[in-house]
């Protein structure tokens, strides 16, 4: 039966999904606290529609870093897209380039980078950077997204160490044969210890990522791109505003799907202190816990300028390869268009803090 | 076994349906989050009785744009009452004239108007008016509703479109043979279309309704008819205070029973600001979760002027005909009886805003 | 196995209770949604222990109405105990009297007062008055109580109606042969009508009960007696002030176990306003969810001078006559004690409103 | 199975044990509110990571009473050690050893304590003293601490009476044949009465501790020893300040992991007064539900010096004796450091009040 939401999406990949890569994908850190707080937030907060507006036209277009996206819906930068269909992240590229919406991919793609910026367009990619010890591999890397095509740079800023996924810790997960992490087979780092105790994926971080990256070594980066840099993970206003002193184009309020630091405030309850401390200078995208068209309402209605979707694509993907992981954008989309519809918002812009109030 | 209360009712109800018609009439929108808190903020509502009152003497006696009701419980616009029971609307008009209250009857009825007028007798019926793009067939509906004797016209402002609400995406709801949309067999929109992929009635809504209705055209439907109008679907103070400058008799503070917006607050955490935005001068009535007497009562200390009963009717109906439906309404009255009786409230007009506290 | 605590006493009752005494002892009115929280109030505050005070030493004596009471733990007044135990009353006064607390009888005991009163001994027994229609047979039923050498009048006030309980509708609840409404033969009112189409409790209500009562025929009660006056039902600082103002010697904050008006405060809940608006005029009791120790605790530290214990002295009763009334009372007599010893109260005068705070 | 975590540990203990001594260890008082609530209260705070901060280089290292420990994480004092592994406190006091953090070891150990510090090293060990009636035996207990190159004294001071732990009494819990309360067995207090009718320790305790120990006392017992001494047990700001003027060096907050007063607050909800009480005058530890590093992170957050772990250690202890333990305790520290790094925290002076937030 075809999924009518992103909840039954779900289902429907696990049926398709190893267990490990089910695992993978769903679990979350530690007692999966943070995992679970991301959707309860939303629930906690209550939508107040204002009704007799002429809603009869409306646009969900978004401007993203300066361009325009078909939606304030983006496909957040997620690993190894081949464990989950073997079309992988062309199948999602392709997917965000019917959607006419951006696709952030992972450092830890399995696909080369040039084939998804193609595959994507005529939508843009944004390259997820992981910030490794070698720097030399961390600049090429950089320098080979701008030549690809790729329009801005997603720094994740959260995982210095990677999370206790204790999912993947018990899964001993790795890859399986003939999927690799593409784009960094030149710097000899394509393959995850197989011969780890636990999870393949910590002792791949634990190895390669540099640990000692700082807002000044951001700097660094900048100066080495003509990209916008846009930082993942920031869950405070402090931070917040040393990203904008950093030069930074955008901020992602996340805190990595529940999969980092188990605990952490969930995303939606970040949302305003960010919104506020950023004042309008930089964009801010939220990630973490989307799965209706009303969550995205509520996350614009807070200040967010966009949001990124990440699991649910996945399971689209899984369930159904490229197709499925259109269906699964497109029925986000027209719920978010209906949502508006329901609120009188006819544009993002009529989107507005009163829309939104905590439930009691 | 009798029913004893409205959630027996429920039950048996269930029996009798058809699984897509109990769907239909039980379900909500989108993961039913409203749907459920509708019931939940009732019961994060205590009540403070007062003791020790000569309650000898009680009535109920309610006036609703000017005229008198037995009860501060209307009988709710519902759609397709044959699909119910046989009797459909004419049976829940029997009901709510042996009970001398209000009906409402909707749009989208499977009976006759005129019938139901005379069915209703000695009570008054209320007809629920949806805008159709075409403004023709909207003005002849509102002239018929007049020429059957109707006392006021009901606007429902919250579904320019229909809520998305997958039971029925599920069951692709429709009408079977025998059931029509009477009222509107003259303008060729009695019938929902059966070739939709998901639910016949949001096709139809998409197909007909007018989108583009606003706070201006309801000037205009004003001046179209000598009917009182009030606006179901209101959740705001600026929405009502809309309302009261567009000249509307009465506001429904309503979510449409958890069927349009999800997410939407919960109707009984909306009606203090529209109370307080009214200022008095308009009537306003509260529909969505109503299953004791106790939460009449509750809603009339925060303000309403009365209360729609919806779901519990068309229980009653299915489970036991006009019957049941009447007893539906019996029930529910006598506990408010009651409840006033133990709060020491002899008349609405000693219900007052100290009998409600947030539990704890 | 012997209970250890009140809970399992419950459990204990209902292998020997029929289901309808056990629904009847056990049952709320409506949802029980006050029932329920009676207990999930108390659950919500939590203590804060002193240390290192000297509790060699320990005193629960308590002054109820001027005399001693050896713990602040009186047995409430609670119907038809013989359908329970056959020994009823008596074993429960035994009970009380062993334990050198005051047992509450009621109007609708099942035992001569006479007999109980004796059996009582050396413990006081305070009779709760139903106020009848028949006033000749309240004052001579008030008469009676004096002559029998009861101490106290206390005067039930929340229930002119008796509250909806549907288990006793649909058990048809009414009185086996032989048990009887003693203390009313006198006056033809002994029996619940078995013919009704629900409760017997109900239509006895109905038919007996005088719903005129009023703070005025109160002061007329007064004047009837010279028996102090206590009011039971009161759940509000203006009905608290009223009763001090009719000149009753003290009240109880009761919401009579969840059994009248669904929905309404819990009794906890309701203490501290009443305590504030009585000023310490005249003595505050508690009535309601009392399970453990520490909800003694709890209520004594919001400023209750006593509590009642009601339904565990009927599961102690039914499983095991007089010495399960009497150990249903020790283990929470011993459970108070131990948690006044932990918490550095020595006497209930050191038991301090800081003791208690809302759990977050 | 190799368990991942704490809660891991536990069921793994719980197939080694008796049901007997599993309900001793894992049990709480009365209904065991209070043991839920310690767990509870952490999941209700929310952390607040800081980002791009160089955390190449960190520290998990702890000045306790003015030594330093690897890690702010203590063992409990836990009575009775060889009920969960034959070799009993000397397991523990290794793996405190090879941890390099603080044993606090229980006047209640089954092993004598000359044995249990010299398998400890290089860790210190604390003794805790509960406050016998004989006062001889406590002065000569303390002495053969000091003797025994203990270097603190942790006075347990919420345990007048044992707390009504309702599993020991159903369970008649005493001690098997060849486990004694070893550091007793000259005073003939080494063995728990099997003939009680509950629990042989609630009887111990009512028999030989002094339940008139009060600060003045405390004074006394300072004067005693030249070794620092800590009180356990406290919940309030009164108290605290009680323990910094009668000369403590240190405080435990705790509410004896639940098994004391049920209802009692949950420890990490009494911290932050306590903490501004003693405004840093003396250390405070904290001890009741610690069961993830973030646990830790966020009582140091709120204030504490170090924290306390309790019943995780002899689940390992259970699981895998000696081995078990130290992996319990490495578990935690792992998770610790692993929290502090996604936190930007290098070192505990930089793990700040604002790291936390109460979650919505």
């Given at each position: 039966?075809?999924?009518?939401?992103?909840?039954?999406?779900e289902?429907?990949?696990?049926?398709?999904?190893?267990p490990?890569?089910?695992?993978?994908?769903?679990?979350?850190?530690?007692?999966?606290?943070?995992?679970?707080?991301?959707?309860a937030?939303?629930?906690?907060?209550?939508?107040?529609p204002?009704?007799l507006?002429?809603?009869?036209?409306?646009?969900?277009?978004c401007?993203v870093?300066?361009?325009?996206a078909?939606?304030?819906?983006l496909?957040a930068?997620?690993?190894?897209?081949r464990?989950?269909?073997?079309?992988g992240?062309?199948?999602?590229?392709?997917?965000?380039?019917?959607?006419?919406?951006?696709?952030?991919?992972?450092s830890?793609?399995t696909?080369?980078?040039?084939?998804?910026v193609?595959?994507?367009?005529?939508?843009?990619?944004?390259f997820?950077l992981?910030?490794?010890?070698?720097?030399?591999?961390?600049?090429?890397?950089?320098?080979?997204?701008e030549?690809?095509?790729?329009?801005?740079?997603v720094?994740?800023?959260?995982?210095?160490?990677l999370?206790?996924r204790?999912?993947d810790?018990?899964n001993?997960?790795?890859?399986?044969d003939?999927v690799?992490?593409s784009?960094?087979?030149?710097?000899?780092?394509?393959e995850?210890?197989?011969?780890?105790?636990?999870s393949?994926l910590?002792a791949?971080?634990e190895?390669q990522?540099?640990?000692?990256?700082t807002?000044?070594?951001l700097?660094w980066?900048?100066e080495?791109?003509?990209?916008?840099?846009?930082?993942?993970?920031?869950?405070?206003?402090?931070?917040?505003?040393d990203a904008?002193?950093?030069?930074?184009?955008?901020?992602v309020?996340s805190?990595?799907?529940?999969?980092?630091?188990?605990?952490?405030?969930?995303a939606?309850?970040?949302?305003?202190?960010?919104?506020?401390?950023?004042?309008?200078?930089?964009?801010?995208?939220?990630?973490?816990g989307?799965?209706?068209?009303?969550?995205?309402?509520?996350?614009?209605?807070?200040g967010?300028?966009?949001?990124l979707?990440?699991?649910p694509?996945?399971w689209?993907?899984a369930a159904?390869?490229?197709d499925?992981?259109k269906?699964?954008?497109?029925?986000?989309?027209?719920?978010l268009?209906l949502?508006m519809?329901?609120?009188?918002?006819?544009?993002?812009?009529?989107?507005?803090r009163?829309?939104v109030?905590?439930?009691?």
């Open positions: 039966m075809m999924p009518l939401n992103l909840h039954e999406y289902a429907a990949a696990r049926e398709r999904l190893t490990t890569a089910y695992d993978y994908f769903a679990g979350g850190a530690g007692d999966e606290v943070t995992l679970r707080a991301n959707r937030s939303f629930d906690r907060l209550a939508l107040r204002r009704v507006v002429d809603v009869s036209r409306r646009s969900m277009k401007d870093l300066g361009a325009d078909a939606m304030p819906i496909v930068p997620m690993a190894f897209q464990l989950a269909h073997a079309d992240e062309l199948a999602v590229a392709r997917a965000a380039g019917a959607a006419h919406t951006v696709m952030v991919l992972s830890l793609a696909t080369p980078m040039e084939e998804v193609v595959a994507a367009r005529p939508s843009r990619v944004w997820q992981y910030v490794f010890k070698d720097r030399g591999a961390t600049r090429a890397l950089v320098r080979r997204a030549l690809a095509g790729c329009t801005a740079l720094v994740t800023v959260d995982a210095p160490f999370g206790r204790e999912r810790v018990r001993r997960f790795s890859l399986p003939g690799h992490i784009n960094l087979a030149g710097f000899g780092k394509d995850l210890p197989r011969e780890a105790e636990g393949g910590a791949y971080f190895k990522l540099d640990v000692a990256f807002w000044k070594d700097a980066l900048r080495t791109t003509r990209l916008p840099v846009v930082v993942k993970g920031v869950l405070r206003a402090d931070d917040a505003r904008v002193a950093a030069g930074c184009q955008g901020i309020v805190n990595h799907g529940g999969r980092q630091l188990d605990g952490a405030v969930a939606i309850d970040a949302l305003p202190e960010v919104v506020a401390a950023v004042g309008g200078k930089v964009q801010v995208y939220l990630d973490g989307i799965r209706r068209g009303t969550d995205v309402l509520k996350a614009l209605a807070l967010a300028n966009a949001t979707l990440g699991r694509v996945l689209g993907l159904d390869g490229e499925g992981a269906r699964a954008i497109d029925l986000l989309a027209a719920e268009d949502a519809a329901l609120c009188g918002c006819r544009s993002l812009a009529e989107i507005r009163d829309l109030v905590r439930a009691p």
